[in-house]
């Protein structure tokens, strides 16, 4: 039987936040086992994760961004926008999609709430790799073969 292999998509925006979450991820899954990649946005984050999911080597995805309140409430749409997108592609496609990606609602770039961030992603980072081993560990042994 081979391992179960992971995709991990982060968001290049806010990377030295983002970037934690696959730090933690990591403490969980070996690297061996995980394909990174970066994409510009959360926003992009959805269709690449379908098109991943689409080529069925992978056992589940697990997606990385931070997305902050910019004072013109669009972040509030794009954060939806992509969860929603995320949980779309899990559904239709059947390999479980993961989301690390945070809406913060008070976020100000000083070293206080980055090292704050910073410490959280490395948390959810670890939570979403448990929680992507436990999805794995319940798929029906056929399919995991497959």
């Known amino acids: 039987m081979t391992l179960p292999q992971f995709a991990f998509i982060k968001a290049g925006w806010h990377a030295d936040i983002v970037d934690r979450a696959l730090d933690g991820f990591l403490t969980e899954i070996p690297i061996e086992q995980v394909t990174v990649y970066d994409v ?6 959805p269709m690449l994760a379908q098109k991943l999911a689409l080529t069925g080597k992978y056992d589940a995805i697990a997606c990385a961004a931070l997305v902050v309140d910019g004072g013109i ?30 809406t913060p609602h ?17 948390q959810k980072g670890k939570e979403a790799a448990r929680a992507a081993k436990a999805l794995v560990d319940l798929q029906p042994s056929a399919e995991r073969a497959a």
């Open 40 to 45: 510009p946005g959360a926003f992009e984050m």
């Open 73 to 102: 409430y669009r972040h509030d749409f794009v954060a939806s926008a992509v969860v929603d997108g995320l949980m779309r592609v899990g559904l239709d496609t059947q390999v479980p999609v993961l989301s690390v990606s945070l």
């Open 106 to 122: 008070h976020f100000q770039e000083t070293d206080h709430h980055i090292a704050i961030f910073r410490e959280h992603f490395v």
